[in-house]
Nanobody, 126 residues
Framework: QAQVVESGGGLVQTGGSLRLSCAATPTTSFSRFTMGWFRRAPGKEREFVASINWSGSDTYHADSVKGRFTISRDNDENTAYLQMNNLKPEDTAIYYC??????????????????WGQGTQVTVSS
């Protein structure tokens, strides 16, 4: 059964950095479809953070993280990443990795993603 597992969350001070990883299994389909990151802050709905197309040649970031966060992927390692710099307290949330089983372009629509991880907590202290 296909699954994705996030890692790399933690506690960081304002202005700090973290890199989240998302490992996908099985590996045969990873390089064929879009990957995305979403987050859910306390008391809020889940929101889109970033998306990357199947090859890694195109990315799309939410306005709230543009210029601070960068999504990337390594298809040889079957892993996607979210580099988060200049973190702010409002970035505190559970971060979820998601994989599509049928979309190859970037997309912010969570309905385009079929496989979701359990999430990793990111806490930014002021």
């Amino acid at each position: 059964q296909a699954q994705v597992v996030e890692s790399g969350g933690g506690l960081v001070q304002t202005g700090g950095s973290l890199r989240l990883s998302c490992a996908a299994t099985p590996t045969t389909s990873f390089s064929r479809f879009t990957m995305g990151w979403f987050r859910r802050a306390p008391g809020k709905e889940r929101e889109f953070v970033a998306s990357i197309n199947w090859s890694g040649s195109d990315t799309y970031h939410a306005d709230s993280v543009k210029g601070r966060f960068t999504i990337s992927r390594d298809n040889d390692e079957n892993t996607a990443y979210l580099q988060m710099n200049n973190l702010k307290p409002e970035d505190t949330a559970i971060y979820y990795c998601a994989e599509s089983s049928h979309i190859v372009i970037t997309t912010a629509d969570e309905n385009d993603y079929d496989i979701w991880g359990q999430g990793t907590q990111v806490t930014v202290s002021s």
